[in-house]
């Protein structure tokens, strides 16, 4: 029986070593989101009943648009035309335009559902985290409005730099299987 | 070698200009998306424009009865529009561990309205969800069993509750302001019909955000409404329905959720009313006679005016806000009178941080204003708009009404703690407290007649025993 020639050259070595990292690369990959999703584990949240809308979310995450955004529980929301956490408290005209609108990246898209309501949805692609709409609604609204880490943008690096910033320590450890702290209608 | 070293430069800069041109002729902002009104899709109909100006009404009577308990609160703030009981009856200074006795309690639909009475009759502008229908009832203050209702039917939708003016009552008449400004007048002892106004349609009032809460008064027979719309200020013939003088608004004010007092000075009474919002408003002194105009002050602009001007003595008057504007918490205006006119100067004006009223209206008592405050926490306020003391953040009461009775502040929270605090500017002294209501919003104005308080949270009312006997 002839031996086989176990001579490896190297167009064979290239290709075996590109498959083995790729093998790496996957097993890497799926040990990170196993780890990030695995119960028991804990992942950063706010606190909504902590939160004083500082801005610091803006401002100190590290990714360059912030991973925390606005978003909004419609329960608890109360339709209004005016609302605290849309208009700017001098805004002249309740309606859509840029000078009465509080956010600044024109975020929270205002609809007519049906005399006398209103829908306020956020649009996450412009939400840049400053809570100036948090503050209004939860200064003179039902509070519907507030900021949570997404956890589809943050990189759970765990050393969260907005939690070092957080002035009113409202930056928890949560479970990662419950990884959202929402506002409750019989909190509200 | 020496032409290309000579070509590279002048190359470099044909493309740095054709680079220019073409980044400056190219329409930078065709990637924004602008933002302009409109984006909401807002209809231009105006809201009740489809009401009918004249709704038919109906009286159906039931078998509550009238006591003869001679207290009455017989509008909003009370016998003086100030928001003091000055009945010399014995209230106790304390309560027991369950609190006062509630003496009767009925479910009401949404709202924040609160009750006048009068002749041992309770009144309320209430909202019928079965019958879609606004509601004036008047109850037994003995029983809270109904003694007569007048509804006519309206569509009210919930706007943050649906009714929330206190009627005026006297002897003969009630007149009520519904959510969506239809003012009736009926007999307050039959509940037979008299008249109705729809200011919408018939005055072009623009319908005040979450429904109007101004509070109708009547003097001398005469209803005085302010619609805010063609006209600023009117009155009406109780009897006939007929409008006894109208006050111009060519300002366009509109109509906001404060409530009309009357004031004398200088010899002349007129009615005091803050209209419009931070754009065109103030606050008009409208002659009681004929509806002109005495005064005016065009610097007290908010875009949420809400609680009753609070008259101080005999010549100054305090105002109040702080819905969304924290800038202007609240003013004090003097008026003087030079050459028989009247004008109206500030003598302070302050944030919501020093104070501010968002719903409640403030109390004149013993030489100091008493007030909760956006923060909910209570305060008393100097006449020079110093605060003498607050409850601090321990002591909070959110958006809930007050009274005051016999040097005691009768003060409620949002959801149903009611909490006795001496009247007093030497600080916040709490006598006592007690869970009086389980509910939602207990916003309601107080009204307080023969040892009883009346408050209400967004779905009942109750009937409180708060006599020392």
Known sequence: MAEKNENVNRRQLLKKSCFGGCLVGLGGLAGFLSGRSRAGDTLWQIDPYKCIACGNCETHCVLENSAVKCVQVYELCGYCDYCPGFHEPTALALDTGAENELCPTGAIKRKFVSEPYFQYDIDEALCIACGKCVKGCAAFGNGSLFLQVRHDRCLNCNECSIAAACPSGAFTRVPSDKPYLLKKVDNA | MKFIAGIIPVAIAIVGVISMYMWLGGDALEECDPRLPGADGRPKSVVGADEPIKIAGQTVKSDGIPTDLPGTWPRFRGPDFDGISKEQVDLAAAWPEQGPDVLWSIELGEGYAGAAVLAGRVYIIDYDHEKNADAIRCLSLADGKEIWRYSYPVKVKRWHGMSRAVPAVTDKYLVAMGPKCHVTCVDSMTGEFHWMFNLVREFNTKIPQWYTAQCPLIENGKAIIAPAGDVLMMAVDCETGEIAWKTPNPKGWVMTHSSIVPMEFGGKRFYIYCGGDQIAGGVVGVSAEDGSVLWE?????????????????????????????????????????????????????????????????????????????????????????????????????????????????????????????QASSAGYVQIDQARVMDGHETWGPMAIASGRLIVRDMHSMVCLGISGQ
């Open chain 2, 297 to 421: 002050y065009e610097d007290w602009k908010v875009r949420f005016n809400v609680p009753m001007p609070v008259i101080v003595g005999s010549d100054r008057i305090f105002f109040s806000a702080g819905y969304s504007q924290t800038e202007k918490g609240c003013t004090m205006l003097r008026l003087t009178e030079t050459e028989g006119r009247i004008v109206a100067q500030s003598e302070f004006l302050h944030g919501t941080d020093v104070f501010g009223s968002i719903q409640q209206s403030p109390i004149f008592y013993d030489g100091h204003i008493f007030g909760v405050r956006p923060d909910g926490q209570l305060v008393c306020l100097d006449l020079k708009g110093e605060v003498a003391w607050a409850s601090t953040s321990a002591n909070t009461f959110g958006s809930g009404p007050y009274a005051i009775a016999q040097g005691r502040i009768y003060i409620m929270d949002d959801s149903g703690m009611l909490t006795l605090v």
